[in-house]
């Protein structure tokens, strides 16, 4: 049984086709899109996350039986009720309520079935948008340079005023790579567009000059992705890699910092000299071997990884190395990206001194794709191509995810959340300094470290139990991915449980 929610905009209310369950009964508004902010949508969320059945329960059990019959589905962990999921709280199968902190692995911007928008495609252009999904490199629509324009480019990272969409981090990671190479190529060629016959030929065979060796140079504990080229740069875990071919590209020690920052800042800094060191020179090494880097790509925050971070002079002395060298710098905000830190982009934090050359994007933001200077535009169509090239309904809906962001201030919600969080997490860690350590990050893209990994695990499987999703990162870590309209309240349930977990652990 559904109960109707009554959608309030300015002082105008009205009949919306918006549902909450009739579990709720305890259920209140969510208030950072409604009270004092205002202007917003009201949501009425549960009072708290509630579990009913041993996790996970019968009916997921069954749902993972079914599954496994038709694929290799051993990594569902549990199956979602979209229909009853809210807000900050997610409803699995079964119908237990839970705290959401991870939202899908960091993609769902502005909780479940935000008002705002289950009503995108009411309207009928929108929805003919969403059943004709064109072809965006040869058929796109009437009003896709304008989308681009106000949609896209409106929140670009600042100096980058080109775009290319396409359909997932990966891929979006894996084009930005072949823009490097293209460019890396057309200066070699002195800006010259035709092709040597040699070049022609010898693509054909997958070997120089037409297929040449360059390599892209990633950190280790990097996830970039899981497409090949994509998957050369990823360092996280051995199962993303094992029995797929490979390029031969370096890979260099990314900073391991100490917490916390101000009483380790010592050893910090020669973490950074050490792997801008090792950069260096494993460039050397590959220009010497006649394979030279055309790019780095690097997190601004190591999220598959382990949540490691990296100071803002790491990020502007590799830049500078990559301007020294004339290679791309490639900043991979996939999981960063769209506000979790309390900025539009993370590296926004980092105070570079030229723009990044490429900035790649996906999860929050709906679609895929990555923003990058005017000169790493292919001077030739068809080299960043595919069928879709993205997913104009996508844009559809980050169009209106924006417009939430902007209007109901989400974006300072986070960083007050994330301060009211991080200083809880810090209480936290003081109370129980045997069992976790190495609070981190920034606004609510937040992280701790369990003392082993079958303690980190242990507690990922007890705050399930308890009505609390999480994720898991690195070799003990556990990562904190709320949506955007996480508040203080929630911030409590949260801590509340964590506690008496640890409690139980101690």
């Known amino acids: 049984m559904l109960r109707r929610i009554v959608k309030t905009q300015g ?21 950072s899109a409604c009270g004092s902010r205002s202007g917003g949508t009201k949501i ?23 599954l496994n019959e038709i694929q290799q589905a051993n990594s569902v ?50 929805l003919r948008v969403l059943v004709n999904r064109p072809a965006l490199g040869v058929y796109p ?23 290319s969409t396409m359909m997932c981090g990966a891929c979006s990671n894996e084009n930005a790579y072949k823009a490097a190479f293209i460019l890396y190529q057309t200066k070699k060629r002195c800006g010259k567009l035709d092709f040597s016959d040699e070049e022609v030929k010898s693509v054909a065979k997958n070997l120089p000059p037409g297929a040449p060796n360059l390599a892209v140079l990633s950190f280790n504990g990097a996830f970039h992705g899981r497409t090949l080229a994509s998957l050369a740069t990823t360092r996280s875990k051995a199962i993303q890699k094992l029995d797929f071919p490979s390029f031969d590209w370096p890979v260099a020690p990314f900073p391991l910092y100490k917490y916390p920052l101000d009483q380790c800042a010592d050893y910090n800094k020669k973490q950074d000299e050490k792997c801008l060191s090792a950069v260096c020179e494993l460039i050397e090494k590959w220009e010497k071997k006649n394979h030279p880097v055309a790019a780095v790509v690097v997190e601004p925050v190591q999220s598959e990884g382990g949540d490691n971070e990296a100071s803002p002079e790491f990020f502007q002395q590799l830049q500078q190395i990559c301007i020294g060298k004339g290679i791309s710098l490639i900043l991979d905000e996939v999981q960063t990206g769209c506000g979790p830190t309390g900025k539009m982009w993370c590296h926004e934090y980092f105070d570079l001194p030229t723009p990044p050359d490429m900035v790649t994007f996906s999860k929050k933001m709906m679609t895929g794709g990555f923003y990058f200077k005017r000169e790493l535009r292919p001077p030739q169509p068809f080299r960043i191509f595919n069928t879709w090239m993205g997913d104009p309904s996508k844009v559809v809906l980050l169009e209106r995810i924006l417009k939430v962001m902007k209007r109901d201030n989400l974006l300072k919600l986070v960083l007050e959340t994330g301060q009211y969080f991080k200083c809880g997490l810090h209480e936290v860690e003081a109370e129980f300094p045997n069992l976790i350590h190495s609070v981190r990050g920034r606004g609510t893209l937040l992280a701790f470290t369990a003392c082993s990994p079958q303690l980190r695990d242990k507690i990922i499987v007890n705050l399930k139990k308890a009505g609390i999703m999480g994720g898991a990162c690195g070799a003990a870590a556990i990562r904190l991915r709320p949506a955007l309209i996480f508040e203080k309240k929630h911030t409590d349930i949260y801590l509340d449980k964590l506690r008496t977990v640890l409690k139980c652990l101690k």
Do not use: C
Not at 16 to 31: E, G, H, M, N
Not at 89 to 100: H, M, P, Q, S, T
């Open 77 to 126: 962990s549990i199956f979602s009720d979209f229909d009853n999921s809210i807000g900050n709280y997610f409803v699995d199968a079964d119908g237990n309520i839970f705290l959401d902190t991870y939202m899908q692995i960091s993609s769902i911007p502005i909780g479940y079935n935000h008002p705002d928008l289950l009503t995108v495609f009411e309207d009928q252009h929108n």
């Open 141 to 163: 629509g009437n009003d896709w340079p304008q989308k681009m324009r106000d949609v896209l480019l409106a929140v670009a990272p600042p100096g980058l005023d080109m775009v």
């Open 11 to 31: 002082t105008r209310a009205s009949a919306s086709p918006l549902f909450y369950p009739a579990a709720f009964k305890d259920a209140v508004y969510l208030s």
């Open 44 to 66: 009425k969320e549960p009072a708290g996350p509630k579990v009913i059945t041993p996790i996970p329960g019968p009916k997921t059990k069954q749902l993972l039986k079914e």
